[in-house]
């Protein structure tokens, strides 16, 4: 495995570099969390589609596939789909607003508060985000190179903690428009027809799978429905993404590279159910399925071109984890530091900072977690269950009300870590229940409430 080593230390070294540069480029506030809001199609289209494809998007897939055959692939539709719908009709309005995070909508629709009370359910939606990717790295380094995990954690997510903090958005930028390019040759074009042609072609693969496995259904509705509950309104409403749609130069921009982004999501998620389904074929036994991409990747593939999959594998990962990794940076300092400095707005020096310190903070908690897509689901379901009501209110209902909005935030957000607790986190329960609680509570204080003081935001 030297040669592969080699290779993956290559790319680790790159990135630090395309990070110093980035840094180079990230003289101001506005530089680090948003890139001087001034990216054309090329780069918003690499770095959207790279943010969102991380950790559980392809390893997670990869398992899926290995499971339930080509349905796996919903999991990434739904994100896809998510993007699309971001793209079309919410990015011209957020351009307008001129601001950071989410949770400022909020502010301007109700009152401080509620931006402060939805920062904290931000804040843990990011930082679970940055987990999910961050195990997801450690996973592939451990079974392929025969790391310790704690090791191989700490070293992969080092990286990515060390050029997100330098170069903020601007690093971000630019290892991502690097590892869409290597994902997409790595993954796509050289892992899957390996993979086919190690079974024997699409015939062979067909003959050796049951039919359930090439059914889009397979997987069951409940969970596909589930997947869009969470997954499609999550992109609608994370910071990760948001912070993302911030950085286009204009509107058209967003529209057309971002949609563009979407269906790249769903073409790649198709990708690695078949990478899955081809897995099932070649090693029937797994012990553990969560091992399944990097099982694969072990099994199929020769040297050096092993080390180049494994990169496209890391890219997919570092990506989303250094998305999420600004996305609970920025909540920090943008939203919660200035009511702790009374008022004070961050500076580019302490947005460094923080980086650092939640980069820190993301690689302790994924030394305690397992999982990488029930981490995700553990990140999506607090965050739609606890915001996309209050969020929804805010831009499409006059009457809503700051309590209102808060009460929804805090029942949400409760009752969805109550029955990931009860359920399990694999459960559909949390999050229509954490909706269902959200809505009610939402509605009857904000009726039995006085009106808002705060003018809607029509821009949106």
Known sequence: MALDLFVVLIYAAGMLVLGYYGMRRAKTHEDYLVAGRN??????????????????????????????GISGFWLCAALGAGIIALNLFLAKPLLKLKIFTVT????????????????????????????????????????????????????????????????????????????????????????????????GGWAELVAKLPASSFSFTAIGWDTIITYFMIYFFGILIGQDIWQRVFTARDEKVAKYAGTFAGFYCILYGLACALIGMAAHVLIPDLDNVNNAFAAIVKVSLPDGIRGLVIAAALAAMMSTASAGLLAASTVLTEDLLPRLRGGMQSSLALNRLFTLLTGIAVLGIALLVSDVISALTLAYNLLVGGMLIPLMGAIFWKRATTSGAITSMILGFVTALVFMFKDGLDANTPIYYSLAVGLVSFVVVSVLSRKPEAAVVRAV
């Open 39 to 68: 990216l054309g199609p090329s780069l918003y289209m690499g770095t959207m589609a790279a943010t969102v494809l991380g950790g559980a998007s392809t390893v997670g897939t990869v398992r899926l596939g290995y499971v339930h």
């Open 104 to 199: 400022q909508v909020l502010e301007k629709r109700y009152n401080p508060m509620a931006r402060q009370a939805s920062a904290v359910i931000m804040l843990a939606y990011a930082l679970m985000i940055a987990v999910t990717s961050i195990l997801a790295i450690g996973t592939v380094l451990q079974v392929l190179f025969g790391l310790p995990f704690w090791i191989s954690v700490l070293l992969g997510g080092g990286v990515v903690v060390v050029y997100s903090t330098i170069g903020g958005m601007w690093s971000l930028t630019l290892t991502d428009i690097v590892q869409f390019v290597i994902k997409t040759v790595g993954l796509m074009f050289i892992l899957l027809p390996i993979c086919l042609y190690r079974v």
